[in-house]
């Protein structure tokens, strides 16, 4: 037999759905047409038709036939997830300038060991350790999705396996320890980050991005390109409704890699990251979403953001759809009509929300170390706001009075509504929560209304808002549609500042910021930190 037919038949053995895969040539280059020009040299599956393998496995006699044939020579695969009994690899990634295992290091000791399974060593020295994921959960296949270092291959992807070869002259190998181990059980917090439908709306993206001062990509630049084209094809199917051409795509696109990248040579074409290869890379994802195989197009509907009349925000900067506040396009701009003469004349008077504090119409952020009480003052702001009035009921908050006053809309992402109860009873007299009803609404999504909601999502670099915040909005809308009509002025809307016309709402956003000195010591090459928003 064969010695890849036999490593088939023990990838098979393993209940795993096995393919052939282009392999390394002597020169470097891949076995496949493109040759030295491949992308991924030895690292994808060699038949043209392989996605049905990811509903069917080869059977032996397929196997026979493809490593017994023209294969032979050829490198293995496996494909990941439900066809394999759903298991998925997580790949630890130890190369040049990676920290996977230190990641992995840090993972097991603030979670718990991974149990002992079956492993392999990749061709750049990594590991790719093997484990089965609940039945009905389906684990996301994607770059860094356990932290730095540490992708998952899972539902819709493959890794390369034993025997096969490596661009770095290195081989994919089973160690001696682990040959006979069976595929272990993931554990829950392994599960619970990797699943599919985990909330994942921080970057997660597809390579790690390092800037020089001035914001420029000096590494991941492929990965950067790869992403903005994804974002790119995403962003011309939920606004337009079609895919774009190659042309089209290059044409929106390449413009800001060009920008953002930054070349270490005389140029990007010098260092392999030029137009060329964007342009490569452009038509093999217009490929890939031409036969539904784009992930981040699945279960998206054509022209669903097309006219929701909200910001939509691209790797490029941030736009609007003709139907917000900024003028249409055959309205048009023009430098000369914002002359000197549009500020004759004494300027209107500030508006405030909170007198000498707090204007009108403005967004604001607050923003400190947990623990201060930001919740619980913006919360007495808002029963202020919904319950006093400029008669007999003059309120004041943060240092100064309360000069307008009208419906709140209060968002909280973390307190429960029985800890929101006990703060709203804290903070003012039943008189002042009487007065607040029919005014103050407190939204309290987690934990008593199914989690937080997620507003804005980040689906391959492009931003966009989601249902649950163009419903939220359309009440906003509604509300203050029927406020004005009313005559009733509208105070503090912990919404997003997305109207069709200015009005009179104020937005503020509370956010906790770790420590810096103690984000620092754990991550001192890191020159920012995480946010957690509370809005």
């Known amino acids: 037999m064969a010695d890849k037919l036999r490593w088939a ?23 496949c047409a493109a040759g030295a020009g491949c992308d991924s040299p030895g690292k994808h599956p060699a038949p043209s038709r392989w996605k049905r393998y990811q509903e069917k496995r080869a059977d032996d006699d397929q196997l026979e036939m493809w490593f017994e044939g023209r294969f032979k020579d050829y490198n293995l695969g496996v494909v990941t997830g439900s066809i394999s009994g759903n298991v998925f690899a997580v790949d630890v990634d130890v190369s040049e300038g990676k920290v996977g295992q230190e990641t992995l290091d840090d993972l097991s000791m603030a979670n718990d060991d991974i149990p002992e399974t079956f492993e392999q060593r990749t061709g750049s020295g990594g590991k790719h350790i093997f484990l089965r994921a609940p039945e009905g959960t389906s684990i996301i296949t994607g770059k860094n999705v356990l932290g730095d270092g540490i992708d998952t291959r899972g539902e819709g992807g493959f890794v390369v396996v034993a ?13 001696d320890w682990a040959l006979n181990n069976e595929i272990a059980d993931s554990p829950d917090w392994v599960t619970q980050i990797s699943k599919t439908d985990a909330a994942r709306y921080d970057d997660t993206s597809i390579q790690d991005k390092k800037t020089d001062m001035f914001g420029d990509l000096t590494d991941g630049r492929e990965g950067y390109m790869v992403e903005l084209i994804l974002g790119t094809i995403r962003t011309w199917w939920v606004t337009k409704g079609v895919l774009p051409t190659v042309e089209e795509l290059v044409d929106d696109a390449w413009p800001t890699f060009e920008l953002k990248a930054k070349a270490r040579g005389s140029s990007l074409a010098d260092d392999g990251r030029g137009k060329d290869l964007f342009q490569r890379k452009a038509w093999y994802q217009l490929k890939r979403a031409n036969n539904n195989e784009l992930r981040i197009l699945q279960n998206v509907e054509p022209g669903s953001e097309a006219n929701t009349g909200v910001q939509s925000y691209t790797a490029a900067g941030m736009s609007e759809s003709p139907s917000s506040v900024t003028p249409s396009a055959d309205e048009g701009f023009r430098i000369q009509d914002w002359g000197m003469n ?53 309120e004041d908050a943060l240092g100064g009075d309360v000069v307008h006053n009208g419906k709140v809309v209060f968002f909280g992402a973390e307190d429960s509504a029985n800890s929101m109860h006990r703060r709203i009873s804290s903070i003012g007299g039943p008189n002042l929560r009487d007065r607040a009803a029919g005014n103050l609404f407190v939204v309290v999504p987690m934990p008593d209304a199914g989690g937080p909601t997620p507003l804005i999502v980040n689906a391959m670099g492009q931003y966009s808002v989601t249902p649950a915040f163009v419903e939220i909005r359309k009440q906003l809308l509604d509300w203050r549609h029927r406020a004005n009509h009313h005559r009733s002025a509208t105070g503090l809307c912990g919404s997003c500042r ?38």
């Open 9 to 31: 038949k023990f990838w098979a053995d393993k209940g795993l759905s096995v393919v052939p895969v282009h392999y390394v040539k002597e020169d470097g280059s891949c076995s």
């Open 163 to 175: 025997p096969s070869n490596h661009k770095s002259g290195g081989k994919y190998r089973i160690e």
């Open 342 to 394: 549009r500020y004759n004349g004494e300027p209107p008077e500030m508006e405030w929300l909170i007198d000498g504090v707090l204007p009108r119409r403005v967004p604001g952020l607050i923003s400190a170390i947990g623990g201060l009480g930001k919740s619980f003052m913006l919360l007495d702001l808002a029963m202020k706001v919904a319950g006093g009035d400029q008669g007999m009921h003059r």
């Open 498 to 535: 997305h109207q069709h016309r200015p009005s009179s709402s104020a937005i503020l956003v509370v956010a906790d910021v770790p420590s810096v000195r103690r984000n620092r010591r754990k991550h001192p090459n890191r020159s920012s930190y995480a946010q957690r928003w509370r809005v």
